[in-house]
């Protein structure tokens, strides 16, 4: 398996921590993506095959052993989780709704911190304050509601994270990462409690945030 990567991206971290959760990490080849310096507006990585493999040109794309090429980070997972052996990031059967419906308040509050960080790279001239504002309200009301529902996030000892739990995580961790973004802890005890224990999991110290690739 191919993963064009870049240790930026909080949906790629969240493919790199299934990978390693479920014990597929060592099968995958790592195709670090480039940015070009000056960001002006460009939005396409500068990766030779990126392009030609995903119209897309997003990061993170998988191309599997069998050359199909998976463009979503929920999709990858979905992948990785179906053909690891043993242990699953993603619960079978009805169990699965609960973790979704978690799992799309996390995914979209990754999106609405992303979407700050795209706004944010725009001249100043240009730059929307009412947008800003409108994705800090999401991101608010989103860990709020994960503060409502830490009790589903707490790992079994006999099981892996679920997705849900994992994306939660990289939010908490992204929010903390980029200096323009507010500590999440504030009124929310039990979210800032199970993040301080679920970021000493190996699998997410290794995948801590990075604007460039090391060398």
């Known amino acids: 398996m191919q993963l064009f990567w870049t240790p930026a991206s909080p949906f790629t971290r969240k493919v790199v921590i299934a990978s390693r959760e479920l014990g597929l990490w060592h099968e995958i080849e790592v195709r670090p993506t480039t940015w070009p310096l000056d960001w002006g507006y460009t939005t396409v990585p500068f990766t ?10 997003r990061i993170p794309t998988l191309i599997t052993d069998d050359g199909v090429v998976l463009g979503d980070s929920t999709l990858i997972c979905q992948y990785l989780n179906n053909r690891a052996a043993g242990k699953k990031v993603i619960p079978a059967g009805d169990g699965q709704w ?3 419906s978690l799992y799309a308040t996390a995914d979209g509050l990754l999106e609405a911190q992303v979407a700050m960080r795209a706004e944010l790279l725009r001249p100043g001239e240009f730059r929307s304050e009412g947008f800003l504002q409108k994705q800090r ?7 709020d509601a994960c503060e409502q529902r830490a009790g589903e996030l707490a790992v079994a000892d006999d099981t892996l994270p679920n997705l849900a739990q994992i994306t939660v995580g990289i939010a908490c961790g992204y929010q903390d990462w980029r200096e323009w973004l507010s500590d999440f802890r504030s009124g929310r005890p039990n979210l800032s409690a199970w993040h301080r224990n679920f970021s000493q999991r190996p699998a997410v110290q290794a995948t801590e945030p990075k604007d460039t690739p090391e060398a």
């Open 98 to 100: 609960p973790m979704w």
């Open 137 to 143: 309200d999401r991101i608010a009301r989103c860990f």
């Open 48 to 57: 030779a095959g990126l392009a030609a493999a995903n119209p897309l040109a």
